[in-house]
């Protein structure tokens, strides 16, 4: 009994913050803690904003491209109305990365360069004014739309985890925006494109 009452009067006389000093890891939320110092899961996270950001960037320089080979004019519109779109995502980012506190910054996305280089390839390799070449510039969409799906679908369930959810809305906003726009071009090819191509 003395032993733990020793121990007891030890810890509760270690300054005056004895209560404080053993629960701040027990009852901070992950987002109390972000405060202090940034964790590796909060690092890999901003990095991984820096990655996407890049790539919204890098796709509102490579729409218009894909809308000039695009014959299509409902592809066209297709394009077009999501460019509209992917300069909102920029934006969104910005204001994610103000809710972090730290400045927009970029960071070269190699898989994104990666699928837009071959979108180009496609374009290419096919011929210009064809059923064909829409064929293949809405699979290189859809390529983009679902690294898109996947990269925002994480980042959103990332920022729940560490507690920032006014930054997970922003991410699930564009989460949504993506898989509208996959799902408009799957059903533009499947209606359209891909019987007009057949028939070439």
């Known amino acids: 009994m003395a032993t733990k009452a020793t121990t007891t009067s030890k810890s509760q006389s270690n300054g005056n913050g004895n209560a404080m000093k053993e629960s701040p890891s027990k009852k901070m939320t992950p987002n109390q803690q972000s405060m202090g110092s940034d964790s590796r899961l909060q690092e890999f996270f901003h990095d991984e904003i820096k990655d996407i950001y890049w790539a919204e960037k890098h796709l509102v320089k490579t729409l218009p491209k894909m809308h000039k080979a695009a014959s299509s004019p409902e592809l066209k519109n297709a394009i077009a109305e999501h460019l509209d779109v992917t300069r909102g995502h920029v934006e969104r980012l ?13 960071k070269k996305c190699e898989a994104m360069e990666g699928i837009t280089k071959e979108g180009e390839s496609i374009i290419e390799d096919t011929e210009a004014g064809t059923a064909t070449r829409d064929v293949g510039i809405i699979m290189a969409a859809q390529k983009v739309e679902h690294y898109e ?4 679908g994480g980042l959103a369930q990332l920022a729940k985890t560490l507690g920032k959810d006014e930054v997970a809305g922003i991410l699930q906003s564009t989460l949504d925006e993506e898989k509208e726009a996959d799902e408009n071009l799957s059903k533009l090819a499947e209606s359209r494109v891909n019987e007009s191509a057949a028939a070439e």
């Not at 204001?95 to 927009?104: A, D, M, Q, R, T």
């Not at 799906?149 to 925002?152: C, D």
Request: hydrophobic share 40%; proline share 6%; glycine share 6%.
């Open 94 to 106: 910005e204001e994610v990365f103000s809710l972090l506190g730290k400045k927009p910054q970029a």
């Open 149 to 152: 799906i996947a990269t925002y």
